[in-house]
């Protein structure tokens, strides 16, 4: 026995109040005035007595629910046996329905299992869940045989990847607000790739023992479609011929060779035959994806050869459309800059751009939405009808792309992105005669691909002040000397890239290194918004429905079942949405754009190592030597303390203590009633 | 609706004490009209012929307009009487368990049966004040004002000493030279035998003599909520008594006192009424007409 709370014991010093009140009370007494004592007689000592004997209960009344109340909020405990205590734990039956579940017969003889522990579970409550990317729970705890029996039927397979970390948190969360014995038996395959990054993350609550029920003891052998590459989009009729890249992989596997097909919309257009290594992986080429204008659900299949049909197949979506245009703007006499944008463009995002280069002076009866984005490069003047369209055009949600070049020096000001110019640089003064990147945000997307801009020499720039607070610009690459080269600013809705140098090869060498195409590839995707949704995302992933402007518009999701899974609620206010099934997603999204997306589980569920022993036993807590307990024995009773509190049977004393006293003293101490 | 103006809690909130006899009195003269059992000073005696020096105010002018002759009309109640009023100002009658102690409300008694006496039966009404001395004198008289010096009187009767009801009966007898009716207001914390042996000469000399025994519910049933310490209002002696000791004997020791009182009373010849502070004062003004129309 022990205390919770022992530091409450100190008001036990309260115990003196009432001694003292009573002891000071038996000396006081008040003298009363009557007309004579001609009729009184004196009765002092039988009165005394009397008066005592009753203060004495009272007293002891009045202490002893001190006492309790004290003790009440010390909170004591006991230690007793977690066996004893039957009724009070929970039995928490965990049934891991990830995705590699779906091999072989595992999810049944899972569900088979946890029918066997619920017949041994003796009296306790029980609670049942499925387990797949994160515990769901399928009823309340409960004793109930047959409910707890449909909930562990009702259990479907998934496409989650599962994590022990996640089921651990999870289960941290249950028995906190618990605070009953919980056994946890897990009936799960026990996946190797089911492991936390970190054992802590993994790390269960003293309260909490795992009793593991593992479907399978050894790994099997597995092969499966682990990737896909192909292109999300192409562009117009006439393109470049399209490749996919699939890689085979096998797991525990020896070496043998696989049948891969590409199917296109149902339809198998080619088929090729692969040598897998032991244990390794293969690469499939199909050098040309036919596809129609519009989606097309595509998937690299292998032939079945194993236990595990599920992952033989890997999805992917393709959508043909026209290229989008550009609009060019440019200085008079400037031909630089056209042809080496368009080169990049042509080259390297895959014909989805089509460039349209004017001078400025012919800009102004353009209309620039009819553009996916608007570039304005080495500008000495932009008429002030095109200004104001072009400022209009950002506000409202459109993107341009501004290169200075020398004729911008003799401004004070930026046009649209509005930056104040500080000075220019002329870095053939310098010892150098060139200012090389100093730093920059790798994060960035058109920097990232470019690899820094490792070697590319600028002769010119403009020293452009970002400015402070909320309307400032971020600077995502600065020169050798601190100066900023390219700087992001959002203006309204829209987003205004500007690149403090120019796009021809006088004021840097830049277009004439590789890493000018991926940036002005990744700009121009960036710019234009068509960061496509991808042609295929993992299960769980999360899919942006909607930006900040679109709030209020309705998005249509259609899962592979052919079913809508958001709410009209969802499906207004929504921003993004968990893709929890794999398949072919269907989207209509709010800016109209219509999308499908398909959805494949993750590539490391097909690999169907078992965890090791030793791990497991470490996880349970054991050590090393405890063997697994890889039956379906039912709950276990191990003898184990679990301190149980004496708060409530305090409280009842203290309420009974309560009532007693206020009894004795509404009978000792009231005003006596006359007599009739 | 007067009648609750007998009530002693609701003249106890009210200071002046003629205006507290008025209420009294008023109030019970408006509850005798609903009793037939009695009439007194205005009912109608006879028809008596004018004579020289006859108050004007007393003619009937009725039978004036009739016959042409002057008569007088005359009242059972006009005869005249004499009340002495003997109240007990002891330490005891300072003892109160509510708003009125006996004191006072031995006041509102002989404020009441003064302001009877005068304006009602226009009786000649004295008083004296007494505890083991007497301690104030006023003689019966019918004068003008005599309703404000006896009012007065009972104002300045302050509880003090003891009681003693030797000295100031001696006293009194001395100076009593007519008969009349002699009310004595005490709580009578004395022994029936020795009250009865001082107050009996009284009677000899042809007074009606009531004794009015003022007692607070208290001094009959007394409230005691532990083992006490008592405290004597006259000799300061203290005592130790029990709850019990108080519930049982002592009623019953008081109650043999009060039957033993009445009794010894009666046999005298004297009136005796008991009077609760917390009962209507009526009980006493019924007391004193019956007496008084038994006198006629």
């Known amino acids: ?676 | 609706m007067l009648q609750r103006f007998l009530n002693p809690s609701i003249l106890a909130g009210i200071s002046n004490l003629e205006l507290v006899a008025r209420t009294v009195v008023d109030g019970f003269v408006a509850g005798l009209h609903r009793s037939p059992d009695f009439g007194f000073s205005q009912e109608f005696a006879e028809y008596r012929a004018y004579t020289e020096g006859d108050d004007l105010r007393h003619i009937d002018w009725n039978v004036y307009a009739r016959s042409e002759r002057l008569y007088l009309k005359r009242f059972q109640g006009e005869t005249n009487s004499l009340l002495t009023i003997l109240l007990d100002a002891s330490n005891s009658m300072q003892f109160g368990s509510h708003s009125v102690n006996k004191m006072d409300y031995a006041r509102y008694l002989a404020a009441s049966l003064f302001y009877l006496a005068i304006h009602g039966q226009r009786d000649a009404a004295g008083l004296l004040t007494f505890d083991d001395e007497v301690r104030n004198y006023i003689r019966p008289s019918t004068r003008q004002g005599q309703l404000h010096r006896l009012l007065a009187g009972l104002e300045q009767a302050e509880p003090r000493a003891r009681t003693d009801f030797g000295k100031p009966m001696r006293y009194f007898q001395e100076f009593l030279k007519r008969r009349g009716m002699v009310l004595i207001v005490s709580d009578f914390w004395e022994s029936p035998e020795s009250v009865i042996h001082t107050i009996e000469p009284l009677r000899y000399h042809g007074n009606e003599v009531v004794l009015f025994h003022v007692l607070d519910p208290e001094d009959v049933r007394p409230k005691m909520s532990g083992p006490s310490i008592l405290v004597d209002m006259e000799t300061n002696a203290e005592l130790e008594v029990t709850p019990d000791y108080g519930k049982k004997e002592y009623r019953e020791k008081i109650e043999a006192h009060l039957a033993d009182l009445r009794e010894r009373t009666q046999a005298a010849g004297m009136g005796y009424c008991l009077l609760m502070t917390d009962k209507p004062l009526d009980v006493a003004l019924r007391e004193y007409l019956t007496l008084r129309g038994g006198r006629k």
């Open chain 1, 1 to 676: 026995m022990g205390f919770l709370a022992p530091w409450f014991l100190a008001g036990l010093a309260g115990l003196a109040l009432p001694l003292y009140l009573h002891l000071l009370k038996r000396q006081t007494r008040t003298p009363k005035k009557v007309s004579s004592l001609m009729f009184y007689e004196s009765r002092t000592q039988s009165s005394t007595r009397h008066r005592r004997l009753r203060y004495f209960l009272l007293l002891s009344l009045r202490l002893l629910l001190l006492l309790l109340l004290i003790l009440a909020f010390a909170n004591p405990f006991v230690n007793r046996d977690a066996a004893t205590l039957a009724s009070n734990r929970l039995v928490l039956l965990v049934v891991d329905n990830s995705f590699s579940m779906r091999a072989g017969t595992r999810l049944a003889d899972a569900k088979a299992a946890a029918m066997v522990a619920l017949g041994n579970k003796g009296a306790a409550r029980a609670q049942v869940a499925s387990f797949g990317s994160q515990l769901r729970l399928m009823t309340q705890p409960i004793e109930d045989q047959a409910a707890l029996r449909a909930a562990v039927q009702a259990i479907q397979p998934g496409d989650g990847h599962g994590n022990f970390g996640e089921l651990a948190r999870a289960v941290r969360g249950i028995a906190e607000a618990m605070h009953t014995p919980i056994e946890l038996h897990l009936f799960s395959d026990m996946q190797r790739s089911d492991l936390a990054a970190t054992f802590a993350d993994m790390v269960l609550p003293d309260n909490v023992r795992l009793v593991e029920h593992a479907v399978v003891t050894k790994a099997e052998p597995n092969w499966t479609v682990e990737s896909v590459d192909a292109p999300g989009q192409v562009w117009g009729k006439d393109v470049k011929p399209v490749h996919v890249q699939a890689v085979i992989a096998g797991y525990g596997t020896p070496a043998a060779q696989r049948t891969a097909s590409l199917i296109v919309s149902g339809k198998t257009t080619a088929t090729k035959k692969v040598m897998v290594p032991a244990n390794g992986r293969a690469t499939v080429d199909f050098p040309s994806l036919e596809v129609p204008y519009g989606f097309s659900r595509c998937e690299v299949q292998i032939d079945a050869a194993d236990n595990f049909p599920a992952d033989d197949l890997r999805r992917f979506a393709v959508e043909r459309s026209d290229p989008q245009k550009v609009l060019l703007i440019h200085n008079y006499g400037d031909t630089r800059s056209p042809f080496y944008v368009g080169a990049a463009l042509s080259a390297a995002a895959q014909s989805a751009f089509i460039v349209e280069s004017i001078i400025g002076n012919e800009a102004a009866d353009r209309k620039p939405s009819n553009y996916a984005f608007i570039i304005l490069s080495d500008l000495n003047s932009v008429p002030s009808l095109l200004e104001n369209s072009l400022t209009e055009y950002v506000r409202q949600g459109g993107s341009v792309l501004i290169a200075v070049g020398t004729s911008t020096g003799a401004r004070s000001q930026i046009p649209i992105f509005g930056a104040h110019i500080v000075d220019t640089r002329d870095y053939n003064r310098v010892p150098d005669r060139y200012m090389a990147v100093g730093s920059s945000d790798s994060s960035y997307p058109a920097v990232a691909k470019a690899d820094g801009w490792a070697g590319v020499k600028f002769f010119y720039a403009l020293n452009v002040d970002p400015g402070t607070g909320p309307g400032a610009a971020r600077v995502i690459v600065r020169l050798g000397d601190q100066t900023p080269l390219l700087l992001e600013k959002r203006i309204g809705e829209g987003r205004v890239v500007l690149l403090t140098s120019g796009l021809d090869n006088l004021t840097n060498d830049f277009p004439l290194h590789p890493a000018f195409v991926p940036f002005i590839e990744q700009t121009a995707r960036y710019l234009a918004g068509s960061e496509r949704q991808g042609g295929a995302r993992p299960v769980d992933a999360f899919l942006e429905l909607r930006n900040a402007r679109e709030r209020g518009q309705g998005v249509e999701v259609t899962d592979p079942e052919g079913k809508r899974p958001l709410t009209l609620g969802e499906a207004a206010s929504a921003q993004s949405f968990q893709l929890t099934e794999a398949g072919y997603y269907q989207l209509r999204l709010a800016n109209g754009r219509q999308n499908v997306i398909a959805v494949n589980p993750d590539p490391r569920e097909s690999n169907l190592d078992v965890i090791p022993n030793d791990v497991l036993a470490l996880w349970q807590g054991k050590g090393a030597d405890t063997p697994r307990n890889a039956s379906a024995q039912g709950p276990a009773t191990v003898p184990h303390k679990v301190p149980e509190s004496l708060w409530w049977y305090i409280m009842l004393l203290v309420l009974a203590s309560g009532v007693a006293e206020s009894v004795v003293a509404s009978r000792y101490l009231g005003t006596q009633r006359e007599e009739p």
